[in-house]
């Protein structure tokens, strides 16, 4: 493994240190729970060594109300989506190895699989194909020595979804190959119109991964899972995850257990600030020519960019954004793409920083005009 630290980690806020932002539009998550509002009493919880694939009780909510055949034995829970991605490539991938990888997309889906050594074919979703996966651009970049094909929805950093027709299309091109989905779920709660079904539920050839950082706003919790009906797959990943870890922390499983027990306590609410918020960033792009977007639908997250004409100076945008009116985007170049685009993080300030965010944004590109 050859590993490099990725410019959305080094330039993250809490590396930069939050203080130094007042509306803070980078973040793709919903706003962080206070533990306090949770009112757990964990007193007794013995602090052991936990169940290495996960807590059962946990486990059994995260299966809770869904849909198709999964049972307890085909969930590990992992430290974080994170983790889990990298427990999925690591397992299946070596160096020189081929898989087709969705791009944009959250850096580790493709850093891990470049720190591996594997060789990589990326799936553009472009602005002018509405950040859609291309079906037959898919068909075209597998190949008989195709050991993974990688997609997120809702997508990181567009908010862009794929129907539920295109997922089990994509699930039957996958099964005519040699290689298994990766589909990185971990947004599917914050679903807007339409939410698909768990994509390991529909074939043996899918690996779901997900979290409760970004809906539920418990990114401090390391609490992940990765789903799969396949068993030899299952125990391969249960063996670089005791090899990692042996188990996740017990308390950051007891947390997600008793939080996903209440979550129609905290959920709704949850769910009408995020719409309402949606709502303020849609209203907001409606009423400006500087950025134009695709209006995503799902995630806490959109990739808006500078419209084509509008001539600007990108480092000096950001730097006054930051400087001059306290307010942050995640740049372009976090996903190897241009400085046109910025992620922004409509799901993690109270309304009146976003507000206050949305008007910065124009502000400071009238103040990065080029003459
Ligand atoms: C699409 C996607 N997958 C996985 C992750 C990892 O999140 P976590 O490890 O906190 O669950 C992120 C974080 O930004 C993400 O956006």
Not at 149 to 167: F, K, Q, R, W, Y
Not at 169 to 190: C, G, H
Not at 285 to 297: D, L, R
Not at 328 to 347: I, K
Request: with cysteine.
């Amino acid at each position: 493994m050859k590993y490099v630290r990725m410019p959305i980690e080094i330039e993250s806020p809490e590396q930069m240190g939050y203080s130094t932002i007042k509306n803070n539009l980078s973040e793709s998550s919903y706003t962080d729970t206070i533990f306090k509002n949770l009112n757990l009493n964990m007193n007794e919880l013995v602090i052991c060594y936990g169940d290495h694939v996960g807590h059962p009780g946990l486990r059994a909510e995260i299966l809770k109300g869904e849909s198709g055949n999964l049972g307890l034995d085909d969930v590990l829970v992992t430290a974080g989506a994170a983790s889990a991605l990298f427990i999925v490539s690591t397992s299946l991938l070596e160096a020189g190895d081929e898989l087709v990888v969705a791009k944009p997309n959250y850096a580790t889906n493709i850093e891990t699989p470049k720190a591996i050594g594997a060789s990589i074919k990326y799936l553009p979703m472009t602005f002018e194909n509405n950040f859609q996966v291309d079906l037959n651009e898919l068909k075209k970049l597998i190949t008989p020595k195709t050991k993974l094909v990688s997609l997120t929805c809702p997508h990181n950093p567009t908010g862009t979804m794929i129907s539920e027709a295109d997922l089990k299309e994509i699930i039957k091109i996958v099964e005519a190959s040699n290689a298994f989905l990766l589909f990185d779920e971990t947004y599917r709660d914050m679903s807007f119109k339409f939410k698909l079904p768990i994509a390991a539920s529909l074939s043996d050839r899918v690996i779901s991964v997900s979290s409760l950082s970004k809906t539920y706003g418990l990114p401090g919790i390391r609490i992940g899972w990765l789903i799969t009906q396949n068993k030899k797959l299952q125990d391969l990943f249960l063996a670089a995850k005791e090899q990692i870890f042996i188990c996740g922390s017990v308390v950051d499983e007891e947390i997600a257990y008793r939080y996903l027990a209440r979550r129609n306590d905290y959920f709704p609410a949850i769910k009408k600030d995020m719409l309402e918020k949606f709502e303020i960033t849609k209203k907001w792009m409606n009423q400006q020519n500087i950025f134009e977007w695709i209006e995503p639908s799902g995630g806490v997250v959109c990739f808006p960019r500078f419209k084509k004409d509008f001539h600007f100076d990108s480092e000096k945008f950001y730097r006054i954004l930051l400087e001059d009116y306290k307010t942050y985007v995640g740049p372009g170049h976090w996903f190897e793409e241009s400085d046109r685009h910025f992620r922004l993080g409509f799901g993690w300030p109270t309304q009146n920083e976003l507000l206050n965010g949305l008007k910065a944004l124009e502000q400071a590109a009238q103040a990065s005009l080029k003459s």
